[in-house]
């Protein structure tokens, strides 16, 4: 299944490097979403677009900047991360025409993210 | 408040045992949408069912079957006849409302052993 990839599948980075995640979905989708799971917490939904526009943003720190440049790309540039941040990111893609938010949600193989 | 309750944290088994993983749900609700994900070591999470509010028929689907009861709050997932490769973490959730969020349990860690 290659409906959403990921790119890097692994990250190691120092809390002052600057790197970015991406993230492509071929299903024809229209609303992406990125998702932080650390170790031993419940995911985390972080950024939700629909049609290119954000549409939540939950109490992300700015260190984390989201981008969507179309419906089939998302982006979630790092910068001055803190070795907490250190988990497996993990992108979503659903055809939400109506913005419901109930559609199946289908997910990439994560990043893995270490922060030094 | 939406909340997603799967009790148990590890289940191990050995291989062609039957095994059910528990949740347990809790909305305000009425209409709602109910998922089962599986997520293998290699971390993707990989969708399994998706099933709404309104119906309560249970799914068979494979060595899958899943059981919805209203009544109870609960949305069972029975794996018949378990192999090896169904050792993974699941992840039961829900969806409701016009928000966007997906509320997941912590997930149940399956072992099969051979």
């Known amino acids: 299944e290659t409906g959403v990839t990921q790119t890097p599948r692994h990250l190691v980075m120092g809390m002052t490097n600057k790197k970015s995640l991406k993230c492509e979905q071929h299903?024809?989708?229209?609303?992406m979403y990125w998702y932080k799971q650390s170790a031993k917490k419940p995911l985390e939904l972080m950024f939700v677009?629909?049609?290119?526009?954000?549409?939540e943003n939950n109490s992300v720190p700015s260190r984390f900047s989201p981008e969507c440049p179309n419906s089939s790309h998302l982006f979630l540039h790092l910068h001055t991360l803190q070795p907490e941040d250190s988990a497996l990111y993990l992108c979503?893609?659903?055809?939400?025409?109506?913005?419901?938010?109930?559609?199946?949600?289908?997910f990439g193989p994560g990043t893995r993210l270490l922060v030094l | 408040a939406q909340k997603v309750t799967q009790a148990q944290t590890e289940i191990s088994v050995v291989e062609k045992e039957d095994v059910t993983l528990d949740c347990v749900y809790e909305t305000r609700d009425t209409t709602y949408y109910l998922f089962w994900y599986k997520q293998p070591p290699s971390g993707e999470l990989v969708f399994l069912i998706r099933r709404n509010s309104f119906d309560e028929q249970n799914e068979i689907s494979g060595r899958y079957s899943w059981n919805f009861q209203k009544s109870t709050s609960s949305f069972n997932f029975t794996i018949t006849a378990s192999q090896v490769v169904d050792s993974a973490v699941y992840f039961c959730?829900?969806?409701?409302?016009?928000?966007?969020?997906?509320?997941f349990g912590k997930g149940t860690l399956l072992t099969v052993n051979p």
């Open positions: 677009y629909n049609f290119k526009e954000q549409t």
């Open positions: 959730a829900l969806s409701g409302g016009s928000n966007y969020k997906l509320t």
């Open positions: 979503a893609s659903s055809q939400d025409e109506r913005g419901e938010g109930w559609e199946t949600q289908y």
């Open positions: 299903l024809g989708h229209n609303a």
